[in-house]
């Protein structure tokens, strides 16, 4: 059997068994991504969008799906891992846990809960059908398929039209790293965020690994922003040392939308992050932000696609990455400007700073531009320290170690600086520190 | 303007003795001789590449630059020895005629980040945020700015003009013994320039000393030097007092060149 079979096989005793209560939306939905997967098969390094990142690690293992839900940490032990004290969902292995999450429905009829459960009431079942899975490109990418055979649970956000919200609101999914039957175990986080029209809101999403143990994490999640709604989606990956994470993030902004989609990635072992903006309608701006650190023999692989599909719209993408010891950086960003969408405004920026001779990034932007009247600026670098801002630094006072550390630092700090969210921003701030020492 | 008067002279701060330096591979600095004393303002004028910035960056410890030659002593002590950071510990400070600009750090932060690194050096209490921004206050009125020039970050997105202000309040900040203004006139409008020049002028001290390289007259008609050098090809050619600047606005620098070229 090769290797899409033995996921194919488990997806076929999944669907047997726990996919009991599902909708037939949602089994048509996973029939056709189960069968788009075996298609498609595990992509491999002889592919262009895959070039830089072989998902043997992934391929050569055979992670099994958990038959039984692990028992949860208590609430003590995730409390680092929380941002704020705000409305949270907790996920285990991509289930609900409703003894560390707070009530699904909040104020202003805002909900943020179990997606099993949004799905199998009215009006909440009747937003999941009409968005689940209809944005994120499953039928262009193996690990989307797979996700979406295997949807069962994720985290639901709702936030009617009109609502701002004060807090934001946090999606805490968990590895637990624990051993199925055949060792190590894969799970399939999956977000929906349904902002409507006029609202504000901001949600985090933080990946997690709960022990040092070798798991893989195959997340997808979807956000949907309203006309003239504003929003901001935070992705904070702290996966563990040797997880392996591969995840889709699709966006989808009405006219007239503000949002910022803020990405820190820390942790995993190798990580590949899609992540997919689609400006939908006119006036529509997008803020995509990123940071990598990565240290040891870490590799993170994000792949942007920013797709212009309206006139008047505006993306700024920038994203940073700090390369020390073996490290391997990948950032490839696409922009598609399409035929008519006329004025549109895009910038994309991707620096690499390497901090060591082994270090490595690789940089690709990709423009393809169907419209005249566009303005559209990219730009990359890749190298160590820049030796006048080092020198200036020194010329007043600082010791240039101090002066490295202030210049490494301001690499992330530079991303910091877009998030909206001063609670978020403050924490994630203590995280890069942390992490660059 | 301010008239300093007849004073006596002060000790020897920076003593230049036949420096000779060059920028990959080529030979900018051709045995430059300078004395300064504390209490003094020269000023260093020339025309383009004479090695104006060159003096000014080996003085502040530039890693482009190679002193192949000479000597320079401050304080007694041997300069060139000294790691920048020694350097600007030490009291020299230069405003860099092209400040550089860092991404994602403030310059709160980094005025902070400096003062303490010299505090810390001699010994003194480093400053907290809070008793920080009370001690920059002051200074950000002499230039001008208010306090939203201090959480951008460090002159990323400033204006030429901005930039150069941006250096004077280091300076002011820092407070060195001695400061060296590379080109700080050039790109100011009159009132921008004159701002500087007052700041410049209220820093001065019996104790310490200013080296001013400038390519213009008008910055001096602010800050009043008490020696004017002109520097040609790598060298001083001719010392004066301040009536030399304005020999040098009307004549142009062609006739030293001349001069120059006969010693």
């Not at chain 2, 208010?146 to 300076?171: A, C, M």
Request: aromatic fraction near 6%.
């Amino acid at each position: 059997m090769n290797v899409a079979d033995r996921y194919v096989a488990d997806y076929k005793s999944f669907a047997g068994n726990g996919a009991a209560g599902a909708p037939p939306w949602l089994k048509q939905i996973r029939e056709g991504a189960i069968a788009r997967f075996a298609e498609l098969g595990f992509p491999t390094t002889k592919q262009e969008e895959w070039r830089f990142t072989s998902v043997a690690p992934i391929v050569d293992t055979r992670f099994s799906h958990l038959a039984s839900p692990i028992p949860h940490p208590g609430l003590s032990e995730i409390r680092s891992l929380l941002i704020g004290a705000g409305p949270r969902v907790v996920l285990v292995d991509g289930r609900y846990a409703p003894e560390l999450s707070s009530p699904a429905g909040q104020p202003g009829g805002v909900q943020v809960g179990s997606l099993a459960s949004a799905i199998r009431n009215g009006p909440s079942g009747d937003l999941a059908r009409e968005h689940l899975a209809r944005h994120a490109r499953w039928r262009d990418s193996a690990f989307a398929a797979l996700n979406t055979a295997f949807l069962a649970d994720g985290a639901f956000v709702h936030v009617p039209a009109g609502v701002a919200l004060e807090q934001p609101l946090e999606l805490l999914f968990l590895s637990s790293g624990a051993s199925g039957t055949d060792g190590p175990t894969v799970s399939h986080p999956r977000s929906l965020i349904v902002i409507e029209r006029g609202a504000e809101a901001a949600v985090v999403e933080t990946y997690a690994g709960l022990g040092d143990a070798v798991y893989w994490s195959n997340a997808v999640t979807e956000i949907v922003v309203g006309e003239g709604a504003r929003a901001e989606l935070y992705r904070v990956q702290r996966e563990g040392p040797r997880g392996l994470q591969v995840a889709t993030t699709h966006s989808r902004q009405e006219r007239d939308t503000t949002l910022g989609v803020h990405v820190v990635t820390l942790g995993a072992a190798l990580a590949r992050h899609d992540i997919t903006s689609v400006l939908a309608g006119t006036g529509a701006e997008l803020i995509l932000n990123g940071l990598y650190l990565l240290s040891d023999a870490q590799h993170a692989d994000h792949h942007t696609v920013i797709d212009h599909a309206q006139p008047h719209c505006a993306s700024h993408e920038y994203f940073n990455g700090v390369l020390a010891e073996r490290a391997h950086g990948v950032f490839n960003g696409r922009i598609i400007v399409r035929p008519g969408a006329q004025r549109t405004d895009s910038k994309q920026t991707n620096n690499n700073l390497l901090l060591s001779t082994e270090a490595r990034a690789d940089s690709q932007p990709q423009l393809e531009i169907y419209a005249d009247d566009v303005k559209c600026t990219h730009g990359s670098t890749v190298g160590p320290i820049d030796q006048t801002q080092l020198y200036y630094l020194r010329s007043r006072g600082l010791s240039a170690e101090a002066a490295r550390g202030i210049l490494t630092y301001g690499f992330g700090a530079e991303i910091l600086d877009r998030m909206r969210q001063p609670a978020v921003r403050e924490e994630l701030d203590r995280l890069v520190r942390e992490r660059l020492g | 303007m301010t008239g300093k008067g007849k004073r006596e002279a002060g000790k020897v701060l920076l003593e230049i003795k036949h420096l000779h330096a060059t920028v990959e591979g080529t030979e900018i600095l051709k045995g430059v001789d300078l004395t300064v004393r504390t209490g003094e303002v020269h000023a260093i004028m020339g025309p383009n590449g004479s090695g104006k910035s060159t003096l000014a960056q080996v003085l502040a410890g530039h890693p482009a630059y190679t002193v192949t030659g000479g000597q320079v002593l401050y304080e007694g002590k041997d300069l060139l020895a000294m790691a920048p950071e020694e350097r600007a510990r030490e009291g020299v400070f230069l405003a860099f005629q092209y400040p550089v600009a860092i991404r994602g750090i403030t310059n709160a932060y980094f005025l902070r980040a400096a003062v303490n690194a010299i505090r810390k050096h001699k010994g003194v209490e480093e400053l907290g945020p809070v008793e920080f921004m009370d001690a920059l206050e002051e200074k950000l009125t002499a230039i001008g700015w208010d306090s939203s020039y201090l959480t951008r970050p460090v002159n990323d997105g400033f204006s030429g003009g901005e930039k150069k202000r941006n250096e004077i309040l280091q300076l002011a900040v820092l407070n060195p013994k001695l400061a060296i203004l590379d080109e700080t006139d050039s790109g100011l409008d009159i009132d921008a320039l004159k701002t500087v020049a007052q700041t410049v002028d209220k820093l001065r001290r019996p104790d310490n000393a200013t080296v001013l390289v400038t390519h213009y007259y008008r910055i001096l008609t602010h800050i009043e030097p008490d020696v004017v050098h002109v520097l040609a090809s790598g060298r001083i050619v001719k010392s004066g007092g301040k009536d030399l600047a304005l020999e040098l606005e009307e004549k142009g620098y062609d006739w030293l060149r001349t001069e120059a070229a006969v010693a």
